[in-house]
């Protein structure tokens, strides 16, 4: 039974956990006291009449001395439920825990739990609240689990009490899972950078507590490549029907796009790239769900309208919205009644996504922190840092400076280019060390301004390797107006080069859909991922070291419900863009830092 009046203790984790008591049990005979008086009683506690149903317990408790302790252990709880744990502290005092049987002596040690931390005695409560020996009901497994977290933390032991929170984690559900996770978090950020590090140092491959290491760290801006390796595409065939591992998709699927206003060429895009990919998989015979395409606007209201409608109308899964306002406000109503899987990232996304989504985005910060990887695996060790004004520049140069340092990389000069200037020789100077083979330039800008600077780092006598991300690219050949870009190395959706086997060929769409030319064949590749995801995106979150080999890039799932990408290398030469060979690497991606999300 949820409690109304627990909140005011300020001592709950919420409502549902920490609050939830259930009134009976067993007595020191064995058998909970039945009777009109004891009915009275559990009536007021049931109609949230907590300080009626603590005074008729003691009544009680005075009444049948046989029954004493456990009339005393419902009206202290009766009390707690009331928010007034130092009325029940002294009737806590009186019970004899000797004379409890069962659950009703951990209900006991909860509750002295719980007042113990009020007095500021972690250390007792830690005592009270041990790993019960037997079986026991969850609801009192729980209760006790997050007491003896709250207990470690305030013993100042925040790993413990997060990986106390981590083992918890499975077993709830909800609001109660979503705050725990917020936590968990909490207590590790809240650890510092260094000493977080030294911990996720010592931690095997598959320990439950690296992902949220790896969260925890993100939030904080040290960002480290996640160890996992890619080993198992999903899809597998097995069996002699012909049954694709881990495929599972639901009877309908709601898209939610903008059809109208600013972004509706990109949800045409989005819209041609995902209709592609779901009419290919007809040719495996793989079972599709019905999809229905709806009108998700331009701001918050029309995206919250949209899944609405689309829930009520028989949605069983949602897939969008594409702006940021609109997910955050799905994501703020908290329990989704129908799974998602966003086409962008919230506002604010330190929180974790609500049970049930997941999140998808072509994200810059994910193309910074690869460029950072990809040329700390060459073996550099300095580089300079040349960014545009653009939004998408800006967050680049940020993943890709909290990698590069996370790295161990030093950045020896940084400079942010005006989309108006043409001139750019006063920001431009040669480093001291310009060995190719330990220095390079990482850019990330439009090709416009890219085709300028790169003719004037040579005057300036810079001749180190430059690293770009995708932006750099325009999405077609143009030979002419490339050749400024000769030698410059970026990371790029593999489809735009056919780059990935398995997905309809661009070259084969390109003279029928004007989506996959230009920059929207990013969309367009983007739209086709959000289809491969659908079947497999519950697997892939379950099933560590899986993959789903993406027009976007290799996608991996964590558990927690983020998509993220490896992306594919190129280079121009003689001013046409190729993919430079072996570069789709099966290793998982960097975790994108705390810096703000959304689409590029």
Known sequence: MRPIRATTLGLLLCTGLAGCVTQGGVSQHGAAPSGEATQAAQALY???????AAQAYLALAGQDSAHRDYYKLLAAEAYRQEGALDRAAPV???????????????????????IALKNNDPA???????????????????????????AQAASNDPWSAAQTRVELDG????????????????????????????????????????????????????????????????????????????????????????????????????????????????????????VVVYDAGNDAAHAVAAYDKAVAEGAR?????????????????????????????????????????????LLPETEGAQVADHMADRGMHTALVIVSTDDFARRAGNAFKAEWQARGGTVTSQATLDSASIDFASQLSAPADQDPATSGVFISMKPQQARLLLPQLRL??????????????????????DRDLEGVEFCDAPWLFDGQPGLPRRADLSSALPSTRGVAARLFAFGMDAWGLVPYIDWM???????????????????????????????FTDGVAHPVAGSLELEAPAAAPNVESGGG
């Open 317 to 361: 899964f949602v897939v969008g919205p594409l702006n940021r306002d609109g997910v955050t406000a799905i994501f703020a109503k908290g329990a989704l009644p129908a799974p998602m899987l966003t086409l962008n990232y919230p506002n604010d996304n330190k929180n974790l996504p609500p049970a049930g989504a997941n999140e998808f985005g």
């Open 171 to 290: 077993q709830l559900r909800g609001l109660d899972r979503e705050q725990n996770r917020r936590e968990i978090v909490s207590l590790l950020t809240g650890m510092g950078s260094q000493p977080l590090t030294e911990r996720a140092g010592a931690l095997p491959p598959n320990d439950p507590m690296r992902p949220w290491v790896i969260e925890a760290q993100s939030q904080l801006g040290n960002v480290t490549r996640t160890p996992a390796v890619l080993d198992q595409a999903v899809g597998t065939v097995t069996g002699d029907k012909g049954v694709r591992e881990g495929y599972k998709v639901p009877t309908k699927v709601a898209l939610l796009l903008p059809l109208t206003g600013p972004l509706a060429g990109a949800g045409a895009a989005i819209r041609d790239g995902f209709f592609t990919n779901y009419v290919e998989a007809a040719h495996t015979n793989a079972p599709r769900p019905d």
């Open 541 to 571: 979150r379950g099933h560590p070291g899986s993959y789903l080999p993406g027009a976007t890039g290799q996608l991996v799932a964590d558990e927690f419900g983020r998509v993220r990408r490896v992306l594919i290398w190129a280079r």
């Open 124 to 150: 007792a409560a830690l005592s009270y609240t041990g790993k019960p020996s037997s079986r026991v009901s969850p609801q009192v497994e729980q209760r006790l689990a997050e007491l003896r977290a709250r």
């Open 460 to 481: 300036a006598k810079i001749t180190l390797p430059v690293f770009a991300t995708s932006h750099v690219y325009s999405g077609g050949d143009d030979a002419t107006a």
């Open 46 to 52: 049931t109609k949230g009449q907590f300080d009626q």
């Open 92 to 114: 806590v005092a009186d019970i004899h825990r000797s004379r409890l049987e069962g659950e009703d002596a951990l209900r006991f040690d909860a509750l002295r739990a719980e």
